[in-house]
Structure formats: structure tokens, C-alpha cells
């Protein structure tokens, strides 16, 4: 039986490593890591402009999770070392220990305004839940289950940021991952040694991936015998030899300046299609080896993946507070909210984020305990999961109905603002009846950066497909619904007795 550090405290055991900064967070990326952007390796993460603002975001919410101020909210207090950590790593047992993490992750969420994803609490959401029920991995060999819960600890104590890669690329989805043309394209084993194993292949999309200090390989997607190669859960640095890491085109690079792009300039988290190339993994950093049974019940049998998606919903509740009250401004920029069309348009929206906060709320007070352990309202989740994918777009298409033209009217850039000829013009004709031109233009870029720039349109792309496709998310619900009691009310309508 694996001993976790939470159950059995052993102060003072290991020396604590004290709150990771922001600045030391930074200085740490520089460490060989291989990025390749336009045809080029990236030398230093923290200073190229693709991803200097995202590596600055995510400094942020360490110096956040530092501050003496935020003791209480943002950290417990480590069992193994006794020093402080990351809310994010505490294993939840009650009502108040989830609440506790939710309040931790909405901190980190409002300085980025729900705009990244994958900040380091979502993984640590998946490892805190492999540790909570770490006998899942044990079926294997005790090894496996003692490896999982020591990678949890060193995440947990030395405060690191893991992103994950756990769908396999979509080269040929009609042929299982073996059958492909070459069974080094997805990735998975090819060399077992004494010592551990050797991973080459593909795998997407480690999303934050550039700005993380670990990956995590895994694969959610269901595999079939024959498949074995591809069934394993693993850990390796950032700067493994042989990982290597494509971004998606960085928002960033587009964004001139951070006026006319504020959004794009400071939270793009990238997205990264991983390649490993003859990667080797210790065995101290294999979790699970060749088992699709174990790879299957690491998601299901585990609190990982609703511990996960808890702070993915938490994230996404923050950017809805944030989306409505973009839209709120813009109409009182347009004079238009007085409007009774106006106000029930808005009294809709509001409706849809107030149902997004009630689920999320539920998904605490609905969560049952068992064997000691939390486990966030599974059926809660995966319905706000589902429909995430239908409600996020006809939340935006209200927003773009109240915005008539107001975002294509804008000048071309904050140059147009400046230059001496075209400024007065500017300042007349761009105001609006409650403020200044520069103040409605800097409003109207926040919002077209938020829905229609290309940082804009990669959002819902994520919305709906962070969690996976809405098709297999409703396979989650419809697997946790409670069918019987439904059924028993049909039952009983049907032996209501004859009327006199
Ligand atoms: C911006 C973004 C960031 C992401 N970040 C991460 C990350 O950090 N880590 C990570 O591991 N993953 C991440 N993902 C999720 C992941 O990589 C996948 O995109 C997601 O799981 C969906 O899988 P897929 O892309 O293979 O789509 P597919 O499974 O190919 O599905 C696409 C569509 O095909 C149709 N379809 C496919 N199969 C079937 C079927 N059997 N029956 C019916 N319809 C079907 C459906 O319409 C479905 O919506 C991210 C995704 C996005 C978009």
C-alpha cells in the first residue's frame, strides 16, 4: 500500500523548498528546452516575442501564490517538508478542502481573466487525483503506484508546472494506434532497458507546453488490443533530450502592440504538438507500462480527471464574469442600455453565466466521499462540460448581435491615435457619449481581441474542445445520470392504479 505524505505527516523529513517566484520561475525556462517557431529554434523562451507575455502571465501567478498576503488562500501546508504549497496540490476530503481549491484557482484565474487554460493547477488536478486513489496504478506492481505518488509530491513540494499531451495525433483516426503506417507515429514505446524506457511518436496538444517546467504523456482516447505500446502515463522534463515541442503560430508575433492587442500580447498559452524522438524515461517516472485496462481506469477510477476539469470550470466561470462585463461596458459605450431589447439580451446571457456559476457550485455540494476520498460531482461536471460547446458559442454570437459595427469602425491602430494629423479626428469622431476616444477604442480592442481576433476564434476552438469532443463528454454524462431514478418515476406513473 502506498503511504501518502498527506496521510502520514512527517515534518521536517525533506527540507521544504520555499514559494517559486516569479522571477525564479522565468530564469528556470532558460534551459535548453527545443521550440521551433517559423522555421526556428527558440533560444529563450522568456524573451522571444511569441512567448515573453504568456512566460510573464504565468510569473504572475507565482509571485500571486507567493505573496505572504495570500498565505492562507493559495497554500497548505506540505506534510512531507512542512513548508508551504500549492492549494492546487491538496488532496480533497471534504466539502470545504474543494471549496478551499476553488478558491485557490479563481485567484489565479482573475489575473488572467479565464484566458489560460492550462495554468499549473489544471495538471496538478490530474496528479493530485492519481495520488488520491493511487492503488488504480498499483495493479500492475506496487512500483507503479509509488512512483505515481512520489512524481505528485515532487510536483507538489518543489511547486512545478506540468502541461500534459494525452490525445494521439490525427493522422489516420479510422486505423487503431498500432495499425498505423509506421507504429513510431503515435507516440509510445520503442525500447524497453534496464534502467527505464524509450518513447518515440507524436501526441497532442500540450497546450502551455513552452511555459511548463514537466510534460505529461498519457492517452485518454480508447485503445484496443494490439495497442499496448501506446497504454502508458509518464512524466518527463521540458528538456529531455529528443522532446520536441511545435507551437501552433503565436498570437503574440501578430500583436503590434499590446493597445491594439491586449489580449493576444499577455495570455496566449500556446498550443504544442509534441514529437518525441528517442526520449528516455527512468523508471522512477513511468507510471503506467503497457496496460490499457490501467490507462483506461487512470481517468474514470481516479479523481484525476474531474479534479482537472473542477479547475477548467472554475477558469471558464472567471471568463465568463469577464465576457459579460466586457459587454455590459460596450453598451453603455453605445448608449444602448437603456434599450429594453437590449436588456433582455443581456438578461439572457446573464442567465446562461449564472447557470455556468450554479454548476459549478454544484459540482462542490453534489460531490460525494468515498473511502475518505472527494470526488467533484462527476454528472455535475461533464453536463457543464457538454453543453460548454453549444452555450460558449451562442454566448458570443449575442455579444457580436449587441456590437452591430462597433469593433469594425475602429481605426487602424493606436498609430492613428498619435499621429498629429489624424489625432484630432480621432478624439471626434471616436468618442462616445460617456468617454473619451481612446478609452472606447482601448474598450472595443479588449473585446474584439476576447472574440474576434485570431487569439478570439482559438478560444472557442478550446471551449469546446479542451475536455474533449462534445460527443464523448455527453457519453460521460449519460454514463452518470441517474437512470433509475428516472425510470421508477416512469414505473410508478405506469402502475398508478385504475381511477373510480
Ligand atoms: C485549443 C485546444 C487546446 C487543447 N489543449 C490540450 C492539452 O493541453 N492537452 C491535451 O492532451 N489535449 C488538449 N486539447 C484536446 C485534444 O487535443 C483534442 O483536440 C480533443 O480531445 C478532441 O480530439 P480531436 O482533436 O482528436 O478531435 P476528434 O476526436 O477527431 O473529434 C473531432 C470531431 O470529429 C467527429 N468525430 C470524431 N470521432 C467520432 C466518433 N467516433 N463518432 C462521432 N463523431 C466523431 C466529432 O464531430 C468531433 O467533434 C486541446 C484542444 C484544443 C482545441
Redesign the pocket.
Known amino acids: 500500500m502506498t503511504t501518502l505524505s498527506q496521510d502520514r505527516p512527517k515534518p521536517g523529513t525533506t527540507a521544504a523548498t520555499p514559494l517559486r517566484t516569479g522571477a525564479e520561475y522565468l530564469r528556470s525556462l532558460d534551459d535548453g528546452r527545443a521550440v521551433f517557431v517559423e522555421g526556428e529554434r527558440v533560444k529563450d523562451v522568456t524573451k522571444h516575442k511569441a512567448f515573453r507575455g504568456a512566460a510573464q502571465s504565468i510569473a504572475r501567478l507565482y509571485d500571486i501564490a507567493a505573496a505572504p498576503e495570500n498565505r492562507e488562500l493559495m497554500t497548505f501546508t506540505s506534510p512531507k517538508t512542512g513548508g508551504p504549497v500549492h492549494r492546487s496540490y491538496e488532496i480533497p476530503r471534504s466539502h470545504a478542502d474543494l471549496r478551499a481549491r476553488r478558491l485557490f484557482s479563481e485567484k489565479w484565474a482573475e489575473a488572467t481573466f479565464g484566458l489560460m487554460?492550462?495554468t499549473p493547477d489544471?495538471v496538478a488536478g490530474f496528479f493530485t487525483g492519481y495520488a488520491s486513489v493511487p492503488e488504480v496504478f498499483a495493479k500492475d506492481g506496487q512500483k507503479y503506484a509509488d512512483n505515481v505518488t512520489a512524481f505528485y509530491e515532487k510536483m507538489r513540494d518543489e511547486h512545478l508546472y506540468v502541461?500534459?499531451?494525452?490525445?494521439?495525433?490525427?493522422i489516420d483516426?479510422s486505423k487503431p494506434a498500432h495499425k498505423q503506417s509506421d507504429p513510431a507515429l503515435y507516440a509510445g514505446v520503442v525500447k524497453e532497458r534496464d534502467d527505464g524506457i524509450v518513447i518515440s511518436g507524436a501526441?497532442?496538444?500540450?497546450?502551455?507546453?513552452v511555459l511548463s517546467d514537466w510534460l505529461h504523456l498519457s492517452c485518454?482516447?480508447p485503445l484496443q488490443p494490439g495497442d499496448e505500446n501506446y497504454a502508458n502515463c509518464l512524466a518527463v522534463p521540458i528538456n529531455a533530450p529528443g522532446l520536441k515541442l511545435y507551437p501552433?503560430r503565436p498570437f503574440a508575433l501578430r500583436a503590434d502592440n499590446a493597445f491594439d492587442y491586449p489580449l493576444s500580447s499577455r495570455f496566449d498559452e500556446t498550443?504544442?504538438y509534441v514529437i518525441f524522438d528517442n526520449v528516455f524515461v527512468p523508471w522512477e517516472h513511468v507510471f503506467i507500462y503497457r496496460n490499457i485496462e490501467i490507462s483506461r481506469a487512470q481517468w474514470w477510477n481516479t479523481t484525476a480527471h474531474t479534479l482537472g476539469n473542477h479547475q477548467a470550470q472554475v477558469r471558464y466561470v472567471t471568463k465568463l464574469r469577464f465576457m459579460i462585463g466586457l459587454a455590459q461596458r460596450m453598451n453603455e459605450m453605445t448608449g444602448n442600455i437603456a434599450a429594453p431589447p437590449v436588456q433582455v439580451m443581456m438578461g439572457e446571457l446573464a442567465a446562461l453565466v449564472s447557470i455556468y456559476e450554479g454548476m459549478l457550485l454544484a459540482q462542490e455540494t453534489a460531490a460525494p466521499i468515498k473511502d475518505g476520498v472527494l470526488w467533484p460531482s462527476p454528472l455535475i461536471l461533464y453536463s457543464a462540460m457538454a453543453m460548454q460547446?453549444e452555450f460558449n458559442g451562442r454566448m458570443l454570437e449575442m455579444i457580436r448581435e449587441l456590437a452591430g459595427g462597433a469593433f469594425i469602425t475602429l481605426p487602424s491602430s493606436l498609430a492613428d491615435l498619435e499621429n498629429p494629423e489624424t489625432r484630432a479626428d480621432m478624439e471626434r469622431y471616436q468618442r462616445s457619449a460617456s468617454t473619451d476616444a481612446r478609452s472606447r477604442i482601448a474598450l472595443m480592442r479588449l473585446l474584439w481581441d476576447f472574440l474576434g481576433s485570431e487569439f478570439g476564434s482559438?478560444?472557442q476552438?478550446?471551449e469546446?474542445?479542451?475536455?474533449?469532443?462534445?460527443?464523448?463528454v455527453k457519453q460521460n454524462v449519460n454514463r452518470n445520470f441517474d437512470w433509475k431514478r428516472a425510470g421508477a418515476l416512469v414505473d410508478a406513473a405506469l402502475a398508478l392504479p385504475p381511477l373510480d
Do not use: E, M, W
Not at 469546446?464 to 464523448?472: D, E, N, R
Open positions: 487554460g492550462r489544471h502541461s500534459y499531451a494525452i490525445v494521439p495525433p490525427q483516426r501526441q497532442q496538444l500540450a497546450t502551455g507546453g485518454i482516447h501552433r498550443d504544442n460547446s482559438r478560444h476552438q478550446y469546446k474542445f479542451y475536455g474533449g469532443a462534445s460527443f464523448l
